[in-house]
């Protein structure tokens, strides 16, 4: 014998226009069903961290005086004269690229790389919460572009640079009459090219072979560690843009290591652009 179907329990809501309608509640009936509302569970918590951030930025706004300097005078520029803390970094990326890839072409790709990530990232685990065995590629990668790259370029902004934007350790003196030699050539005058022609083949010989050599690195990788199974699903589309932000970033840090430990200006010269 058929055992009668029990209805779900309702709730009365009421309507603007007086009247009272009955609407089902569902109950939870199975692993995948158990969620809980937004409101008031994430929204008490997110609302009480809130006011705990703002109690911590009065005390200490109340009890830290800001690093203002004196009013600014046109007649005399300051010497570093030195972008606000939030775009140091930007202004110490001018030291090793030309001011169109610094200022253009890099933060665009952060902005970019920032707005693909929920469309290259498949990986189904670790939604919602983080965990690093989960996502261990994706943390070391976030880690490394941000709390390695931007925030050590503003803590060398901030603290490393001094008058003329030379380089001064904790312990040196800002003297602001250091003058240091203009000794960085280009990297293709260090293979005895002379001329723009060979130098501009060279340098974007090298840069191509980078990236090409670099996708091959990381699809083996990848097909090595993921299986040939997440590359099938991935998609070579998100491979490339991935591989290809990725290899941007490192190279942000080999220019870096080759103009302080080697003096290299420029890989790539060009009558229109240099690299």
Not at 210 to 216: D, E, I, R
Not at 238 to 267: C, D, E, G, S
Request: glycine residues 8%.
């Amino acid at each position: 014998m058929a055992q009668p179907q029990t209805k779900p329990p309702i709730q009365a809501v009421p309507q603007p226009t007086g009247q009272r309608i009955e609407v089902p509640i569902k109950k939870a009936t199975g692993p995948g069903d158990d969620k809980v509302h937004t409101w008031p569970h994430l929204v008490r918590a997110e609302f009480l961290c809130t006011l705990f951030i703002i109690v911590l930025l009065v005390i200490w706004s109340i009890t830290v005086d800001a690093p203002l300097e004196e009013p600014a005078n046109p007649t005399r520029t300051p010497n570093p004269s030195k972008a606000p803390w939030y775009f140091l970094g930007l202004q110490e990326m001018l030291v090793f690229f030309d001011p169109w890839h610094a200022g253009v072409v890099l933060p665009s790709l952060i902005i970019v790389g920032l707005m693909v990530i929920p469309y290259i990232d498949i990986n189904p685990h670790g939604n919602g919460y983080y965990a690093f065995k989960s996502r261990k590629f994706e943390i070391i990668t976030f880690f490394v572009g941000f709390h390695i790259l931007w925030v050590s370029l503003i803590i060398i902004g901030t603290f490393l640079r001094g008058p003329g934007w030379n380089w001064f350790w904790p312990w040196q003196v800002w003297d602001p009459h250091k003058v240091e030699a203009m000794t960085n050539v280009n990297l293709p005058y260090y293979f005895g090219f002379r001329d723009y022609i060979w130098s501009s083949i060279f340098g974007g010989a090298l840069i191509l072979g980078y990236f090409v050599l670099g996708f091959a690195v990381m699809y083996g990788l990848i097909a090595r560690y993921k299986g040939r199974e997440f590359l099938r699903r991935w998609g070579m589309p998100r491979f490339f843009l991935t591989a290809f932000l990725f290899l941007n970033m490192l190279a942000v840090v080999i220019k870096m290591t080759l103009r302080h430990a080697f003096n290299v200006k420029y890989i790539w010269v060009t009558k229109w652009f240099n690299v």
